[in-house]
Structures are given as structure tokens and as C-alpha cells.
């Protein structure tokens, strides 16, 4: 069934955590696409969190609302979280991950809104049983459950019991990069003759920034020029990639950026983008790298393959091997115009498939099946 969604409605938009992550980002590119098409937007979030994510939404035909959710019982979470639908009468509510699903498909069920529930990767919602069912049981009373790569909806119908009862594939999708004129290297004190990989992922072992930590160590002794990683995120791993770089006398090559706002200045400072996760589903900095057209060495891991279609617009290597990344970025750095190529190309299947309009279009197109299947109704009355 199709429908088309009410001029002037409102969506609700609930996700458990506001710093800077893949998911969050997702959240922001959305809301600022559908505020442009008319849609009111109101976004919940965890009252006492960070405020990233409200800093980076747009302010018109947009109002974040926090709820408790950090350190609070789970019942007061979800009092909080009906009340604010049950006030802003939202024609759908669609909730980001898994507490979000569970406590905002509860409230979107009591109150008769229809729910669309977006899994964006992590499995860490198998780690305890009344999770997994949680988690199961909004999928359950949702109108809709959406992953946002193959691999997740795979994983969402292996890993929930009952299963949903269909799992809809929307890709992220990105704005493009701005083409500003990159500053990072100036800023690092790289020099002119060097080589630049950059990375933009949060510190966690999983992220494989050790990986390419080692990786980097050979790739210094083979080729004739200095060759520098930058690395934009924060996480608990720090100390240990700075200990393990100082181990492998790479204290004066390894960059550790921190949280950045100017992605756009990191990706097109870089000769590389390096992807070396052990576990990814679609990461929006493999995007963003790609709409900058930079020469891409990644992982096969998640939905990477698929994008940089099986090696035709990037080059990828097994997770976890040292020897592969070291080749891959030796190939690139030693190649430029093969870099380029690879860079061009990944560019165009980047605004082909994975453009941030193409996302939008199938969130709202989904948004009217199910408020048209759910019949327009209201939110249930005090």
C-alpha cells in the first residue's frame, strides 16, 4: 500500500544518545532534509547528554525535546517518552537503535502511532536475553523495521525470535563534501614531501586503528617519503594507540585529532582515507571519504565490499590483516593516478547510491505507507 503523508505533518525522530556518531549524524542529515520538504520535526534525546546533536540541527520546522533516560528507571524513561508524543501528536515516531526501540515503539504502541524502527549496526543487543526480546517485541509492534545495510537486516532476522515480520533496506545517505581548501597539514606540521593517511572513526578496538598502526610502521621503511596518520575521533583506546605508536617509533606520525567539526578539511587534507575496522555496518565516514573522491584502502567487513563494489572503487583487505593494509595503501600512495582513479569513481558511486535526497525520499515514502496502513489515526487521548 502507498500513501502519502499530511502537508504540515509532524515526525517524531528518538535516538538514546546525542554525541558525535554514525547514527547521530544520520539523525541530523534526516531531520535537515525533511525540515527543507515542510515536515515538522521533534526530536527526543537524552536529557544531560552531551548536546552535540541539538547543535547541529537546523532550527527551523525543528524542536528537540530531552527525555530521561541516563540513570533513571526504565519506567520513568517511558512515561516521559508517551508524554511527549501524546503532546506533539506526531503522524509517525521513528526511533534509532535499541533502547530508543524499545521504550519509544512501547510508547508509540500504547498511544496507536505508527513506529519505524532503524537498526544502524551493533549487535549489543544480544548480550543479554530480555534485550534480545525487548528489542524483538518492538519489532514486533512497529510498522516498520528498517537496517540500514544488508548485513544488519540479516543479522535482525538470525538474531530476533519472534522475528520481524519484514526487514526494509534504507541506506545512509550523505550531503556532499564541501570543497574547501584543506588546512590539516599546515596545522599538523606535515611535511610538504610527506604522505598523508587520514581515518575518522571513535577510538575502540574494534575501529582496528592498531591495525593500521602496524601497517603504517611498514608502509614507513618501503616507501621514500615520510608518511603521517591523522586520526578524527575520541574512545578509550588513546593512551594505547599512543603507546603502541611510541613502541614502533611513530610518535612524531601518529595525530591524534580528537572530536572534529571540519570533516571536510580532514578527508581533503588526506592522500588515503583509511577504513581498518574489524566490524562495520555502513559507516558514514567510508561515505564521506568517498564523496570527496579519496583513494579508499578499507576492511571487507558489513556492507564495505558492497559499496566500494568488491575492490572497483576502493581497495579493501581482510580485517585484522597487517599485511593486506600495508599493500593496499603502498599500491595507492605509490600510484597517483591510480589513486585518482579510485577516488573519481568512488565519488560517483557515492552521489549515485548513497546520496543524502535518496535517503530522504525513502524515509518519507515509508513514513506514508504506514501512516496510511495505520489509517491517520491520533495519538490515544488522556
Known amino acids: 500500500m502507498t500513501g502519502r503523508l499530511p502537508d504540515g505533518c509532524t515526525i517524531a525522530h528518538l535516538i538514546e544518545t546525542d554525541g558525535p556518531g554514525g547514527a547521530e549524524r544520520v539523525v541530523v542529515y534526516l531531520v535537515s532534509r525533511l525540515a527543507t520538504r515542510g515536515i515538522h520535526n521533534v526530536v527526543l534525546l537524552p536529557a544531560r547528554g552531551e548536546g552535540w546533536l541539538a547543535a547541529q540541527l537546523p532550527r527551523e520546522r525543528v524542536q528537540v525535546v530531552p527525555v ?4 533513571v528507571p526504565s519506567l520513568t524513561s517511558f512515561h516521559a517518552i508517551r508524554d511527549a508524543l501524546r503532546a506533539h501528536r506526531p503522524a509517525v515516531a521513528h526511533s534509532h537503535e535499541f533502547t530508543m526501540g524499545a521504550l519509544g515503539g512501547a510508547a508509540a504502541w500504547w498511544l496507536r502511532i505508527p513506529h519505524v ?6 549487535r549489543y543487543y544480544t548480550t543479554r536475553i530480555h ?4 528489542l524483538a517485541l518492538s519489532a514486533r509492534v512497529s510498522a516498520a523495521v528498517v537496517a540500514v545495510s544488508q548485513t544488519v537486516a540479516v543479522q535482525l532476522a538470525r538474531d530476533l525470535v519472534p522475528r520481524p515480520r519484514r526487514v526494509a ?3 545512509n545517505g550523505i550531503p556532499d563534501v564541501a570543497p574547501v581548501q584543506p588546512t590539516l597539514r599546515q596545522e599538523l606540521g606535515v611535511p610538504v614531501d610527506a604522505r598523508l593517511i587520514v581515518t575518522v572513526g571513535n577510538l575502540y578496538a574494534v575501529k582496528g586503528h592498531a591495525d593500521l598502526l602496524h601497517a603504517l610502521a611498514a608502509v614507513a621503511t618501503d616507501l621514500p617519503w615520510p608518511v ?3 586520526i578524527a575521533g575520541r574512545g578509550d583506546e588513546d593512551s594505547a594507540l599512543v603507546e603502541l605508536a611510541r613502541s614502533l617509533g611513530l610518535t612524531d606520525r601518529l595525530h591524534l585529532l580528537g572530536v572534529r567539526d571540519d570533516i571536510p578539511n580532514i578527508l581533503r587534507s588526506a592522500d588515503v582515507f583509511a577504513l581498518p575496522s574489524r566490524s562495520e555496518a555502513l559507516p558514514l565516514a567510508l561515505l564521506e571519504a568517498m564523496r570527496a ?4 584502502v578499507a576492511t571487507a567487513v558489513g556492507e564495505v565490499p558492497t559499496v566500494l563494489q568488491h575492490g572497483e572503487v576502493g581497495l579493501l583487505a581482510r580485517p585484522g590483516d597487517v599485511a593486506g593494509l600495508t599493500a593496499a595503501l603502498e599500491h595507492l600512495l605509490m600510484n597517483p ?3 585518482r582513479t579510485l577516488g573519481e569513481r568512488a565519488r560517483a558511486v557515492a552521489a549515485e547510491h548513497y546520496d543524502i535526497d535518496r535517503m530522504a525520499d525513502r524515509y518519507l515514502t515509508l513514513y506514508g505507507e504506514v501512516w496510511s496502513r495505520a489509517g491517520g489515526r491520533s495519538p490515544r487521548p488522556l
Open 293 to 296: 573522491a579519496r583513494p579508499i
Open 131 to 134: 534485550r534480545r526480546l525487548a
Open 228 to 230: 603521517h596518520l591523522a
Open 117 to 122: 524502527l532503524t537498526m544502524h549496526g551493533g
Open 68 to 71: 530521561p533516560l541516563l540513570g
Open 169 to 171: 533496506l534504507i541506506p
Open 337 to 339: 593516478a591510480v589513486a
